[in-house]
């Protein structure tokens, strides 16, 4: 089943819209009152996540489930110049992002980054720092190349390698790593698009 899709803005147009899908998917597929509450929180923080990019920027946002398993989708094509987005950046007086700090923090960095149009077709988008680690390219259909970052190949490498103190602080204090079974984040052709996948009973 897939919801009604609803278009957001940054400046918060369509997130009670947004909210309104995520309770009536819940009354629709008969969740239990916890599982409902994690479908609106995930949805409080993907929203939340969008409402936070600097600019005038839209996107679309539904759900997804089928046997149980639900994704919340928030997809956008590249609107944000990387000008405007120097501008914005300028303002803070270490002229860089203050607001990209922990795990929801550091997504909307990467999401932000690829609404850039000059970054729509940069394949190293989240080839290095944080996110360096759980990204790789992924064929697509034709030529096109999908470059993909999943929440459990980044968790997978964190156990395998040296661990990283910090990275596993700002996971634990995130709601959506805590609650979600799995959050992608896909670029392909001037699309960004962001996944957050739970099981719900």
């Given at each position: 089943m897939?919801s009604?899709?609803?278009t957001i803005?940054?400046?918060g147009e369509?997130f009670?819209?947004?909210l309104?899908?995520a309770?009536s998917?819940?009354r629709?597929?008969?969740?239990?009152?916890k599982?409902a509450?994690y479908?609106?929180l995930?949805?409080?923080?993907?929203?939340?996540m969008?409402?936070a990019?600097a600019g005038?920027?839209?996107?679309?946002?539904?759900?997804?489930?089928?046997d149980?398993?639900?994704?919340?989708h928030?997809?956008a094509?590249?609107?944000?110049?990387?000008?405007?987005?120097r501008?914005?950046l300028?303002?803070?007086?270490?002229?860089q992002?203050?607001?990209?700090?922990g795990?929801?923090?550091k997504?909307?960095q990467?999401f932000?980054t690829?609404?850039?149009?000059?970054?729509?077709?940069?394949?190293?988008l989240?080839?290095g720092?944080?996110?360096?680690t759980g990204a790789?390219a992924?064929?697509?259909m034709?030529e096109i190349?999908a470059e993909v970052?999943s929440l459990?190949?980044?968790?997978?490498?964190?156990d395998?390698?040296a661990?990283d103190?910090?990275?596993?602080?700002?996971l634990e204090?995130s709601?959506?790593?805590?609650l979600a079974?799995?959050?992608?984040?896909?670029?392909?052709k001037?699309?960004?698009?962001?996944?957050?996948?739970?099981?719900l009973?």
């Amino acid at each position: 089943m897939k919801s009604d899709v609803v278009t957001i803005k940054s400046g918060g147009e369509g997130f009670a819209q947004a909210l309104e899908q995520a309770e009536s998917t819940a009354r629709f597929r008969s969740l239990s009152d916890k599982s409902a509450l994690y479908l609106r929180l995930l949805t409080e923080e993907m929203t939340g996540m969008f409402r936070a990019i600097a600019g005038e920027n839209e996107a679309d946002f539904w759900i997804e489930d089928q046997d149980r398993d639900f994704e919340l989708h928030l997809k956008a094509e590249t609107m944000m110049t990387g000008e405007l987005r120097r501008k914005f950046l300028a303002v803070s007086t270490t002229g860089q992002n203050e607001a990209a700090k922990g795990f929801m923090g550091k997504i909307r960095q990467v999401f932000e980054t690829a609404l850039e149009p000059e970054n729509r077709n940069v394949p190293s988008l989240m080839s290095g720092g944080w996110f360096g680690t759980g990204a790789a390219a992924m064929p697509a259909m034709g030529e096109i190349q999908a470059e993909v970052w999943s929440l459990n190949q980044y968790k997978s490498s964190l156990d395998q390698g040296a661990k990283d103190e910090e990275a596993w602080d700002e996971l634990e204090k995130s709601v959506v790593s805590k609650l979600a079974d799995d959050v992608r984040i896909t670029i392909k052709k001037g699309v960004v698009e962001l996944v957050i996948c739970k099981k719900l009973v």
